[in-house]
């Protein structure tokens, strides 16, 4: 059963703090994404990579950093938290090509006070 | 640039109703269209795509054709489920945006006995 597994389903941190979220794929997929949810707003880009090292800002970067050190595993870190950034974390990847799937993990949900 | 827009929800229906969740985009070029599902607790995955114009994808009872010139790509169901309360967006991937996938913001479907 192919997976993207996220590190932590639930995770309360302080404002100013600074906060890791990862993600590893078994699928040995090239690109890997990292989307916010929040409601009436839907998903959210903040940072993808297409290869190891590689990595493009999506559409909400700020406040946001990601590291790619393996094919399998995304990191995206919150360099100093913030209240505004409580939201649901979305890690998914697929392999290249506009019509493959896009494989999900199951959330973070993040709480920052 | 790319741009999705789904029919705002929630939307109640009750068990054997007809389903129609309206999707529109914008994009440059010949996108791939999909509908995504995500039930309570976990993350996205895919129910069904469509790579061109006219096709038709259908997965679990559910419908979706690509009309290039309604730039359209609405989700039907002929009799839901209640096991089919979710939230369905819409997304599109573009050949030309290294694979990125564009999402509406969602439309929550609440299926009542």
Request: charged fraction near 25%.
């Amino acid at each position: 059963d192919v997976k993207v597994t996220q590190s932590s389903r639930y995770l309360v941190k302080r404002t100013g703090e600074k906060v890791f979220l990862e993600c590893v794929q078994d699928m040995d997929h090239e690109n890997m994404f990292w989307y916010r949810q929040d409601p009436g707003l839907g998903l959210r880009l903040i940072y993808f990579s297409y290869d190891v090292k590689m990595k493009e800002k999506g559409d909400i970067p700020e406040g946001y950093s990601v590291s790619r050190e393996k094919k399998e595993r995304f990191s995206l870190i919150l360099e100093s938290a913030s209240t505004n950034q409580t939201s649901m974390y979305l890690c998914a990847s697929r392999s290249t090509g506009a019509d493959t799937e896009a494989f999900f993990g199951q959330g973070t949900r993040l709480t920052v006070v | 640039g790319n741009s999705v827009t789904q029919m705002e929800g929630p939307v109640t229906l009750s068990e054997e109703a007809f389903l129609t969740i309206n999707c529109t985009y914008t994009a440059t070029g010949y996108p791939s269209l999909f509908w995504y599902v995500q039930y309570p607790g976990e993350g996205l995955q895919l129910l069904l795509k469509a790579t061109k114009a006219d096709d038709k994808g259908s997965n679990k009872g559910f419908e979706a054709t690509y009309r290039k010139e309604t730039t359209s790509f609405h989700l039907e169901k002929g009799s839901v489920q209640v096991s089919d309360s979710a939230v369905y967006f819409c997304a599109l991937s573009d050949r030309g945006t290294a694979s990125k996938l564009t999402f509406g913001t969602g439309t929550r479907l609440q299926v009542t006995l």
